[in-house]
């Protein structure tokens, strides 16, 4: 696509952004991350990720700090409301977390030190590579083949300003601004319940939540829910055993634009959230009625980390998904979660991150046209998502086959 170095601007400094920030920079081309978080760093709510092996595979081949990433679960295994054991499948799963890779990606994008790990060598022929933090992304224009594509911003302090680019990579979520410039019409849809969210040192578990949940990718269904744990790295990326964290997810159904809902989005302060609800922002009253129905309804050992989370978060669980994903003659490129917001149960967002990294990737080195870069990202998007609907319409609407009694 590019026969020589290019101006790059990646909209969005998440991890979608920065992997393709990397594959772009170990190309030799300038690249500018421009993402609106007015911080100089992103501070997740202490999300667990799995690591599919789209993931580690762009971590095999961009990650030069060579530092281990995963907890490795080696089982999955089912519950019942008491906690008994009803299921076992022997497949092993890479369980890391967001902060981790995010700070692996940092190191290798533009050499942020952290404590999670050393900064990697500088390359022969790498790119520029400028993180600009603060900068929201108001508009884009067109101005030709040989011209580029001219963005408008505003900064942190309130200023405008524009920047023109060779290519944009739209990386900037699944409430992407580009993708609502470019395709109005896509829309965003809440699609009727939530993920709870929460972690807990692994050190302060019960010997019967231990024995259940550690190394293990452990659930428990019934009517309209599905609860889910894994162990994950601390926030310094320690991986030891005892110093990890026990990484939940349980998901509950709240009908759109109920009062239950409304409650639920409203954080201490009043303020009513769309999407997610910031650790350390839920309203007392609301935590305190959920671990009540957690004792109630939940396995024993669901109830005792949901029991000892000190900061829980909420992500209301959406859809969302572009027609396309390249516009303006392939100057403007949609990726991630800009281009397919998929439900959580596919596990799925990092990896598709990573694969369309991987494939820009072999699409500037020759190795596909871009006609086959958008032909390959597409059909992986319309497939994930279609299964993350499916996997999420049986969770919580149907009837999972090894679903429980759910008395709460």
């Not at 902060?99 to 990606?105: F, G, I, N, S």
């Not at 997810?249 to 201490?268: C, F, H, I, K, Q």
């Not at 992500?315 to 959580?344: E, H, K, M």
Request: glycine share 10%.
């Amino acid at each position: 696509m590019a026969s020589k170095p290019m101006n790059v601007v990646v909209i969005g400094g998440s991890l979608g952004g920065l992997m393709h920030g990397i594959v772009l920079k170990r190309l030799g081309h300038t690249v500018r991350i421009l993402e609106r978080n007015p911080s100089p760093l992103l501070h997740n709510q202490g999300a667990g990720v799995v690591a599919g092996n789209d993931t580690q595979d762009f971590f095999q081949h961009h990650d030069l700090t060579h530092r281990s990433l995963a907890v490795t679960s080696h089982l999955r295994h089912y519950l019942d409301v008491k906690g008994n054991e009803i299921h076992r499948e022997e497949y092993a799963q890479q369980m890391t977390s967001w902060d981790l890779l995010y700070y692996v990606l940092r190191a290798n994008f533009d050499r942020v030190e952290s404590g999670y790990c050393t900064l990697p060598p500088v390359q022969d022929g790498e790119g520029k590579a400028t993180y600009q933090y603060g900068h929201t992304v108001t508009a884009l224009r067109d101005l030709g083949p040989d011209a580029g594509v001219e963005l408008s911003f505003r900064d942190r302090d309130g200023e405008s300003g524009k920047r023109t680019a060779d290519l944009v990579i739209a990386a900037d979520g699944g409430s992407s601004t580009v993708r609502k410039l470019l395709q109005p019409d896509v829309e965003r849809k809440y699609v009727g319940y939530v993920a709870w969210r929460g972690t807990v040192p692994e050190r302060s578990l019960s010997a019967a939540a231990t024995a259940a949940l550690a190394e293990k990718f452990t659930f428990f269904h019934a009517s309209g829910v599905q609860v889910l744990a894994y162990l994950i790295p601390v926030p310094d990326g320690a991986l030891e055993p005892g110093k990890r964290l026990m990484n939940w997810v349980w998901y509950v159904n709240y009908a759109p634009g109920s009062a239950a809902y409304r409650e639920l989005m409203t954080d201490v302060d009043g303020k009513a959230h769309a999407v997610t609800l910031p650790a350390g922002k839920m309203a007392p009253r609301v935590w305190h009625k959920q671990k009540a129905v957690a004792a109630a309804a939940l396995p024993p050992q669901f109830a005792d980390i949901v029991a000892k989370t000190e900061q829980p978060f909420i992500q209301a669980i959406t859809d969302v998904l572009s027609p396309c994903n390249t516009y303006l003659d392939g100057r403007v490129l949609l990726v991630g979660d800009a281009l397919a917001g998929f439900r959580p149960h596919t596990a799925a967002s990092t990896s598709q991150a990573a694969y369309d990294a991987l494939m820009l990737d072999a699409m500037l080195r020759g190795e596909m046209s871009r006609q086959e870069w958008a032909a390959r990202t597409m059909e992986y998007a319309r497939r994930v998502q279609r299964r993350g609907v499916e996997m999420g319409e049986r969770s919580q609407f149907g009837r999972h086959p090894y679903a429980g009694t759910y008395p709460g």
